[in-house]
């Protein structure tokens, strides 16, 4: 039993060391559409902008940079949350969503990502 738990141990932590060793590379479809329409979208998960700012992504073929506007909106009463990039165009797209957004209220520095 013993020799059991020692072997679990060990696959767990070399399992994490390689994970944490190997980058990770996501090649991912966004929703796009006019700026208005994602944004009716968002209006029917009753979602405010809380920040904005600048993002940088990689296109997947050629890793061409593009920069866009970045805004984050959230519900803070049902905990969704949709961030968006909204380009020059007038196109944005869904970059990501999701639940149970919660405001971080710790000191500053003292959180950490997994």
Do not use: H
Not at 6 to 11: D, G, K, P, T
Not at 55 to 60: I, S, T
Not at 78 to 94: R, S
């Amino acid at each position: 039993m013993k020799q059991l738990i020692l072997s679990i141990v060990f696959v767990l932590t070399a399992s994490t060391a390689l994970a944490q060793q190997q980058p990770k590379v996501f090649i991912t479809q966004q929703p796009c559409d006019a700026f208005d329409e994602i944004f009716i979208k968002i209006g029917k998960y009753k979602e405010q902008l809380l920040f904005t700012g600048e993002v940088m992504q990689f296109a997947a073929p050629s890793g061409q940079p593009y920069t866009s506007g970045m805004f984050f909106f959230t519900n803070q009463d049902t905990g969704t949350w949709t961030m968006l990039q909204v380009y020059g165009d007038g196109y944005a797209c869904m970059v990501a969503n999701g639940r149970d957004f919660e405001p971080y209220s710790g000191p500053i520095g003292q959180k950490t990502v997994d």
